[in-house]
């Protein structure tokens, strides 16, 4: 593949930011973000907070066109880049309260993966499944809400209802009949596709009628299982071991697991389970996965209240944060910000590290 001639840093910023701007037009402008190092108490600047590798530098925004050294951004590690392949999981939160948050995400994504693909010329594949957070649709029932399945007309033993399977329908939740036609035609679609921002766009809008009871981390443990990415499995060829895993779970709750009164739950297991299961899917090579996360918890992101009746703010996630800055490679953002450029600017950020420490 050839190689593109380096751009300057506003050239880069430049590109970022008309991606972005094409994939949100109309938005307000993003907010900076703050890096607060390994404190994961810190407050976090517009509800934005990095952590990576522990490091305590400050880490301003990689877009800044100043002309100032900045050693912790992806932009100066790009000539050493080492992965060619990226497989990207969503994990979507498809409870009541989660409508607006699904739509921002649909709005930033595809810039957010045509960023990438401006700025990293060695990524050459690009795939992209979308999960949500119950077995799909709204299964379970108030005695048993996390396995079930509706009485009538339903094949419970299809993928529609097998959590970690790879969504491929619009409001998933509630409407199985309908289709987004990934170009793939398969489970996943692909990011270096004309039509991924329309198929990214239905399948991100996984519904607001799931289970009350999220399975966050289960969700994802399930979707990166090898099992589910063998041969007539439901993600069938989503895996590749030469590639590299990025991961974002986006919540405006807590995962919990027997949270009273029963029979409530969520995944199963603690932060440091769902840790090893996911890195154990890269035979142990931490460097080769980047966790994202779109969560709430103040005062840690001043921009998120707590979870009201009508949908507004978000729950305190210490487990999910936790689980999250395991990672040697890790953002947390704001659930709660208004529209997600902002943390996709900065996530690309971590991505292009991710890539520069890969190990084949």
């Known amino acids: 593949?050839?190689?593109r001639k380096p751009t300057t840093q506003a050239?880069?910023?430049a590109i970022l930011?008309?991606?972005?701007?094409?994939?949100?037009?109309g938005k307000e402008e993003p907010p900076d973000q703050v890096d607060t190092g390994a404190d994961d108490s810190g407050t976090g600047g517009e509800g934005i907070v990095s952590v990576s590798n522990g490091d305590s530098e400050d880490d301003d925004n990689p877009f800044d066109d100043d002309g100032s050294d900045s050693s912790s951004t992806g932009f100066d590690l790009m000539p050493n880049l080492k992965?060619?392949?990226?497989d990207f999981v969503f994990v979507i939160d498809n409870s009541s309260s989660m409508a607006d948050e699904q739509q921002f995400l649909a709005d930033a994504v595809p810039g957010f993966i045509a960023a990438m693909q401006n700025e990293f010329p060695v990524i050459d594949s690009f795939r992209v499944g979308v999960v949500d957070t119950d077995s799909y649709p709204a299964v379970g029932t108030v005695e048993d809400p996390l396995n079930g399945c509706p009485a009538e007309g339903a094949d419970c033993t299809s993928c529609d209802y097998q959590l970690g399977a790879f969504l491929t329908k619009p409001t998933s939740a509630t409407d199985p009949t309908l289709s987004c036609s990934f170009s793939t035609q398969a489970s996943y679609m692909d990011g270096e596709s004309p039509a991924f921002s329309e198929e990214f766009g239905c399948a991100a809008i996984v519904g607001s009628q799931g289970n009350p009871i999220e399975q966050q981390a289960g969700a994802l443990l399930a979707a990166v299982d090898p099992a589910m990415s063998a041969e007539g499995a439901c993600n069938a060829g989503f895996m590749r071991d030469d590639a590299l895993l990025v991961f974002l779970?986006?919540?405006d709750e807590e995962d919990r697991y027997a949270d009273p009164p029963a029979p409530q739950g969520g995944s199963s297991g603690e932060p440091a389970e769902w840790y090893e299961a996911v890195i154990a899917t890269k035979d142990g090579k931490t460097s080769n996965i980047v966790a994202l996360g779109l969560v709430g918890g103040s005062p840690r992101f001043p921009d998120c209240t707590a979870l009201s009746a009508d949908g507004k703010g978000a729950e305190q996630t210490s487990r999910l944060q936790s689980f999250f800055t395991m990672f040697e490679n890790n953002f947390?953002?704001?659930v709660c910000t208004e529209g997600y450029d902002g943390f996709f600017a900065a996530a690309l950020d971590k991505v292009a590290e991710g890539c520069a420490n890969f190990i084949p």
């Open 1 to 3: 593949m050839s190689t």
């Open 249 to 251: 779970m986006i919540s």
């Open 11 to 13: 050239s880069r910023a």
């Open 83 to 86: 992965c060619d392949k990226l």
């Open 17 to 25: 930011l008309a991606a972005l701007a094409i994939a949100a037009c």
């Open 332 to 334: 947390v953002g704001s």
